[in-house]
């Protein structure tokens, strides 16, 4: 199949509800039945085991949801693309359901190459009205300062670079032990922050146990954080002036 006869179909779409529990796999796996409930005429790999093809930007952790999840399929045939988007929507369950889709360039980067940039909303609930937004604010910095945040991914030991995956960050108290975090974060070929890590030793230290073990988990317990939602609320590139790239609008 040459490059000429291909069409690169580009869609937005949310992760929540209780499918944010679905691991990466399995959330290809299903986006795969849903196109081809859709009837879109996918194309296929060459080899031994064809398969559709397709592309997906970076997995996102077990447990947190997302606004705006990516996926490109190329397509054998130029299907107009809000014909598309409404096939795909009527295929998929309402938690993986599209939000937008639009064609892009056959040659332009993969979406895990393009993509360099997310912001998360983290909700944070202590369930202690002692904790105040400034002690938190002042576990957040500490654990800033350090730098790393080392934490087990099963019995793996790993570590978390903060002064390269932070880029910022900004803090409010949404009610009575009710914080609202939002994280401005950077990912390239050698990883992405991990908001469940950042959570973890963010309890640790309200705890006044920060050299404690963080594990790497869409459901941790934790004791001075006992309930935490993450959403993803954007993914993008940056231009060389700074500007924020849609996936949707590259050339």
């Given at each position: 199949m040459s490059e000429q006869t291909l069409f690169r179909l580009r869609?937005?779409?949310?992760?929540?509800?209780?499918?944010?529990?679905?691991?990466?796999?399995?959330?290809?796996?299903?986006?795969?039945?849903?196109?081809?409930?859709?009837?879109?005429?996918?194309?296929?790999?060459?080899?031994?085991?064809?398969?559709?093809?397709?592309?997906?930007?970076?997995?996102?952790?077990?447990?947190?949801a997302s606004d705006c999840e990516w996926y490109d399929v190329f397509l054998t045939e130029l299907v107009p693309p809000n014909e598309a988007f409404e096939r795909l929507k009527a295929a998929s369950p309402v938690d993986l359901a599209p939000v937008k889709a639009g064609y892009v360039d056959v040659r332009a980067a993969a979406l895990t190459a393009f993509i360099t940039c997310a912001e998360y909303a983290?909700?944070?609930?202590?369930?202690?009205?002692?904790?105040?937004?400034s002690m938190v604010r002042e576990a957040l910095e500490a654990i800033r300062a350090?730098?790393?945040?080392?934490?087990l991914r099963g019995k793996k030991e790993k570590s978390l670079d903060l002064t390269r995956t932070l880029a910022g960050y900004t803090l409010a108290q949404a009610g009575?032990?009710?914080?609202?975090?939002?994280?401005d974060t950077r990912m390239d070929n050698d990883g992405a922050l991990r908001p469940e890590v950042l959570v973890g030793a963010l309890n640790n230290y309200l705890d006044g146990t920060p050299d404690a073990p963080i594990h790497s988990t869409g459901t941790q317990h934790l004791a001075r954080i006992p309930r935490y939602e993450v959403t993803?609320?954007?993914?993008?590139?940056?231009?060389?002036?700074?500007?924020?790239?849609?996936?949707?609008?590259?050339h």
């Open positions: 869609v937005r779409y949310v992760k929540q509800g209780r499918l944010r529990y679905l691991g990466h796999l399995e959330v290809l796996h299903t986006i795969e039945r849903i196109i081809r409930r859709a009837q879109l005429p996918y194309a296929v790999t060459q080899g031994f085991s064809p398969h559709m093809r397709a592309g997906f930007s970076s997995a996102l952790p077990v447990g947190t983290v909700n944070l609930w202590t369930g202690d009205a002692s904790v105040t937004e350090q730098g790393t945040i080392a934490y009575e032990g009710h914080f609202l975090l939002t994280l993803r609320t954007a993914q993008y590139a940056l231009s060389d002036e700074g500007a924020h790239l849609d996936p949707l609008h590259v």
